[in-house]
């Protein structure tokens, strides 16, 4: 009786323990760039269609940060937390954390960057996205300096990826964004230098694996994606393939000959890929370790910064100053609607309900209401500030990172 | 029941003591942990211990701020980063530092520059008028960060919205003798150009930009690298005599003048040397100092391998 007893007494220690464990996870609303599954879509947000910097039409609150950042937010368990880079050469490196609710600055970390911080002027030494695997956060800079911190601001670990591999770098700015996935995270650093992706254990910052890359410049994100039977996969883009990897392993599954676009960033939905490629192209996955196949190509779909979005049948990209609407299924182009004078777009919109939000380089936000036939411009808001960065949503506010900037956009 | 309690609250006290185990630092050792951040080196080997020093420091309160600050002087890079973070970290816990406390760190400018611009930011936080007040003081600070941002505010001062007839010249140059980093350098430089004063950059930054040069001496397929040729021994022993001729790679070569006259006193070899390949050659420049010191050479090529150099008193 007394051994059944303790043993009782035991699992329900463990169980205890498991449980607690669990519940420590926060609820990550935007935990990467372009949010969940790197969608770019909430699709039952109710962000308004019109707001405005001037007279703080539905700004709930805007806070000026450290320093310049083109990269967008994250937000997870009530903070929107974004990265900044100020000083000599933007060597000041800033994670900071706003509460969701009110604006107040929560926490903000620094550290001084050890790698090569030039960059191209329109851009920043903070141009990647962060990204959260609910209860730690990964700040990465063009630097190649990388920090893991806990929700409460706190460093866990850093890498100066720069300062173990000393070619690793590129003056015009590097702005791959890290993902997450079982435990690792994914660097992908591709440069004329030291070139290669890393896959580093998320707890303690250690390299797990490191393979080599093509030595060319390539501003493209790493894509943690699923296969339909849930199988997690890191998908690599470059100018001569598309790659699969297993993510703790960094086995290659496969690997496709294509030549992939070095800024827009592979998009993908259940078993489909959709690549920027020779305008579009679209892969479908198999089984994990077997290569996709191509269903279709348009290059009409092309997207020149932007990456692609998919919803409901649908993919939209962004070339240059069009929108562009595709069928998802069949590749055939639907329609084109013209963003009159929005000069240069970097930032991956985001789409909340029957709305797309794209902002364009100057601080103007087109929404298009997506279920007009055709396309339909409904609102021109302006920020008045510089956005590169892509937008991020929770809940019915949406987040967004000018270079100066953090505002959280919703109905007053 | 109460044996069965007792069991239980055995048990997780052993599983507690397991888990404290793991950590190889003593629970209240702050010194050792701020020594282990000190000497953080990069690659994966050090970053367990690192991350239980951070964490046992972390959990420290605020009183420990300034010697986490003071440990900086003597950290690596990547030490002061994690010294850094674990700083801020602190920062905002109670009780919180005293301003006297940190007052008194940054006035002693022996201290980490990079912890003192912390320091300065948190002395002037929400106040633009002290920061702008202190850094009028601040052009020759020891910190590059603080001397950086006092040069950038006096320097929008003297020039913004400020016509080329009335740009305060005096005040520029004033300025240029402590700005180091090259941007704001060629800025007021620039400025100075537009008052009419002339400086070369290149004079500026102590370049030299004034050599001898020989060559080229054979070394097709890197052979002869390690090869003393005459002209070197002679160089070594002080025998220089501008007018020597020696035995080339092409026939005799003499000591040729080689001047940097562009902004940053770069001296271009290649229409020198033809962009002769697999050879050597050699380069000489005399600078008087009255005392022995460092200097740096930078060499700035796409095929170079390797080259060497000698000193001499």
Known sequence: ?412 | MKNLLKIASVAMLAMGSMIASESSLPANDASGAIKTLQSIEPGDKPLRAAQQAAKLLQAQDSKLVIDVLQAMDQATPLGKNWLTSVAVSLRSKSPGVSRDSLEKFFTETKHDGEARYLVFSWLTEGQADLRSKMLETMLDDSSPEIRYAAIAQAFERATKDVAKEQLPADSLKKLLDSARHPNQVVEIIGKLKEAGVEVHQANHFGFLANWKVIGPFDNVGQKAFNTIYPVESDLVSGKFAADANYAGKNGEVAWKDAVGDDTEGAVDLNPIFEKEKGAIVYARTVYPSKKAQSCELRLDASTLTKFGSTARK
């Open chain 1, 1 to 412: 009786m007394y051994k059944t007893k303790l043993q009782f007494w035991t699992n329900l220690i463990v169980v205890a323990t498991v449980a607690y464990s669990s519940s420590s996870l926060a609820m990550a609303d935007w935990p990467t760039f372009r949010g969940p599954n790197a969608s770019s879509i909430a699709a039952k947000a109710n962000i308004p269609t019109e707001f405005s910097a001037e007279g703080s039409k539905n700004i709930a609150w805007k806070v000026p940060m450290p320093g310049r950042g083109v990269g967008g937010a994250i937000v997870v368990d009530g903070q929107v937390i974004t990265t900044s880079s100020s000083g000599i050469d933007q060597r000041r490196i800033f994670v900071t954390s706003v509460s969701e609710k009110d604006g107040k600055v929560l926490w903000q970390q620094q550290l001084v960057a050890r790698g090569r911080p030039y960059c191209h002027p329109s851009s920043a030494n903070a141009a990647p996205t962060p990204v959260t695997d609910g209860k730690r956060v990964f700040a990465f800079y063009s630097s190649n300096d990388l920090a893991c911190l806990d929700l409460q601001g706190n460093l866990l670990w850093y890498r100066a990826l720069a300062v173990d591999y000393p070619k690793a770098g590129n003056d015009v700015g590097m702005s791959s964004s890290p993902v997450v996935a079982d435990g690792v995270v994914l660097v992908q650093i591709e440069c004329q230098g030291d070139s290669f992706a890393a896959g580093l254990d998320a707890e303690t910052g250690e390299t797990l694996w490191r393979i080599s890359r093509p030595t060319q410049a390539n501003w493209a994100s790493p894509l943690a994606a699923k296969t339909a039977d849930g199988k997690s996969l890191f998908i690599l883009q470059c100018g001569k393939s598309l790659e699969a990897y297993q993510p703790t392993s960094g086995k290659q599954l496969w690997a496709t000959e294509m030549a992939c676009s070095s800024i827009p960033s592979t998009s993908y939905d259940g078993n489909q890929l959709f690549v920027p490629s020779k305008g579009l192209t679209l892969l479908e996955l198999g089984s994990q370790d077997q290569p996709p196949k191509q269903a279709w190509n348009n290059n009409k779909l092309g997207a020149n910064s932007a990456s692609p979005i998919v919803y409901k049948g649908s993919v939209y990209t962004v070339n240059r100053t069009v929108l562009v609407k595709g069928d998802a299924l069949t590749g055939e182009l639907k329609w084109q609607l013209r963003l009159p004078e929005a000069g240069s777009i970097w930032s991956t919109p985001v789409l909340a309900g029957k709305h797309m939000f794209v902002f364009t380089e100057d601080g103007r936000c087109f929404v298009v209401d997506l279920e007009e036939e055709g396309g339909k411009i409904v609102a021109t808001n302006a920020l008045g500030e510089n956005v590169l960065g892509s937008p991020a949503i929770s809940g019915d506010s949406m987040f967004v990172r000018s270079t100066d900037t953090l505002w959280k956009i919703s109905r007053n």
